[in-house]
């Protein structure tokens, strides 16, 4: 079955960076897109950006454009989220789903936490 | 910007049919959108519910249904159950970028 694994919990400092991973299995991983996806505590979804497994064409969302890095390693099928720079609003759980821009997203991990405090 | 908005809260009883609407500022939501909906309970990720505007998984219960409505996408719990209490979100698509929905708090009373 398709399944999406991610990293641990991360507490980073304001102006460090943090590289999330999510390790899929079950599934043939060049042929689906990983899009990736943020929650802040008690606030809703945010569209961060996707990433093809296939070619690694990314798309980023405006919010995150200038921080954010979205790669992937076919060899380990896995696909990693950078963020530099971080500030406290950075502070949120964040999902790895399969699946990219108009294509369902099926499958998501199980979120790692990422906390930005001094 | 682009905002897409979603009711904050719909009560609905047991047994009952409720609707749920994704509006866009930007003007009417179509197909070419791919309008997305999710189920999210508490302590969980997302659960993909709708993609494509109204294809369901084979997860999805039967009794949910969507479309699009006078220009906003819609999602229709009916025969509402305890478990459907769960916060709903949208997601649509503009020029290659997602945009969620402010998300809906559906309480079963």
């Known amino acids: 079955q398709v399944q999406l694994v991610q990293s641990g919990a991360e507490v980073k400092k304001p102006g460090a960076s943090v590289k999330v991973s999510c390790k899929a299995s079950?599934?043939?991983?060049?042929?689906?897109?990983i899009t990736w996806v943020r929650q802040a505590p008690g606030q809703g979804l945010e569209w961060m950006g996707w990433?093809?497994?296939?070619?690694?064409?990314?798309n980023y969302g405006q919010k995150v454009q200038d921080r954010v890095t979205m790669t992937t390693d076919t060899s380990t099928s896995t696909a990693y989220m950078e963020l530099r720079s971080l500030r406290s609003d950075d502070t949120a759980v964040y999902y790895c789903?399969?699946?990219?821009?108009?294509?369902?997203?099926?499958?998501w991990g199980q979120g790692t936490l990422v906390t930005v405090s001094s | 910007q682009t905002v897409v908005t979603q009711e904050p809260s719909l009560t609905v009883s047991p047994g009952g049919t409720v609707t749920l609407t994704c509006a866009s500022s930007?003007?009417?939501?179509?197909?070419?959108?791919?309008p997305n909906w999710f189920q999210q309970k508490p302590g969980q990720p997302p659960r993909s519910l709708i993609f494509?505007?109204?294809n369901k998984y084979s997860w999805t219960p039967a009794r949910f249904s969507a479309s699009l409505l006078g220009g906003k996408a819609a999602l229709t719990l009916s025969r509402v159950q305890p478990e459907d209490e769960a916060d709903y979100y949208c997601?649509?698509?503009?020029?290659?970028?997602?945009?969620f929905g402010t998300g809906t708090k559906v309480t079963v009373l």
């Open positions: 789903a399969r699946g990219g821009v108009t294509t369902s997203l099926d499958s």
């Open positions: 079950g599934y043939t991983f060049s042929h689906y897109g």
């Open positions: 990433i093809s497994a296939n070619n690694g064409n990314t």
């Open positions: 930007a003007g009417a939501v179509t197909s070419g959108h791919y």
């Open positions: 494509g505007t109204t």
């Open positions: 997601l649509i698509y503009y020029g290659g970028a997602g945009i």
